[in-house]
C-alpha cells in the first residue's frame, strides 16, 4: 500500500502565501514524477506543476512566476510554494506520484493520488 498524504492549505487573502506538502508512504522503491493538480468547483481537474526525480519542472501557464514546485527524495515528499495568490486559484489542491512497486522481481509504476486540501482565496 502506498498513501500520499498532503498539507498546507487554507484560507489566505489576495495576495498571499501558501506552502502544500505531500509526503508519500508506504511500500515504494522509489518515485518517478511527482506533482500537483487542481480541481475547482465545476471545472476539471488540471495541471498546476510536476518535478521529476532530477528536479526538471513544468507548470501551467497559471502558475508560472507565482508558484514554485519542489521535492525531497530523501523524505518522498513533493513541495508547492504559492505567492501572490489570487481568488481563482481557490480549488482542491492533489498531490500526484508516480510510485515504483517490486513484486517479486519486477518493477512496476502507478500512479497514486492525496485525499486532496482546499486552498481558498478570499478577502
Known amino acids: 500500500q502506498v498513501q500520499l498524504v498532503e498539507s498546507g492549505g487554507g484560507l489566505v487573502q489576495p495576495g498571499g502565501s501558501l506552502r502544500l506538502s505531500c509526503a508519500a508512504s508506504?511500500?515504494?522503491?522509489?518515485?518517478?514524477?511527482m506533482g500537483w493538480y487542481r480541481q475547482a468547483p465545476g471545472k476539471e481537474r488540471e495541471l498546476v506543476a510536476t518535478?521529476?526525480?532530477?528536479?526538471?519542472?513544468n507548470y501551467a501557464d497559471s502558475a508560472k512566476g507565482r508558484f514554485a514546485i519542489s521535492r525531497d527524495n530523501a523524505k518522498n515528499t513533493v513541495y508547492l510554494q504559492m505567492n501572490i495568490l489570487k481568488p481563482e486559484d481557490t480549488a482542491v489542491y492533489y498531490c500526484?506520484?508516480?510510485?515504483?512497486?517490486?513484486?517479486?522481481?519486477?518493477?512496476?509504476?502507478?500512479?497514486?493520488w492525496g485525499q486532496g486540501t482546499q486552498v481558498t482565496v478570499s478577502s
Open positions: 500526484n506520484a508516480q510510485v515504483v512497486r517490486t513484486f517479486g522481481v519486477v518493477r512496476i509504476p502507478r500512479d497514486y
Open positions: 508506504g511500500s515504494i522503491f522509489s518515485i518517478n514524477d
Open positions: 518535478i521529476t526525480v532530477i528536479g526538471s519542472t
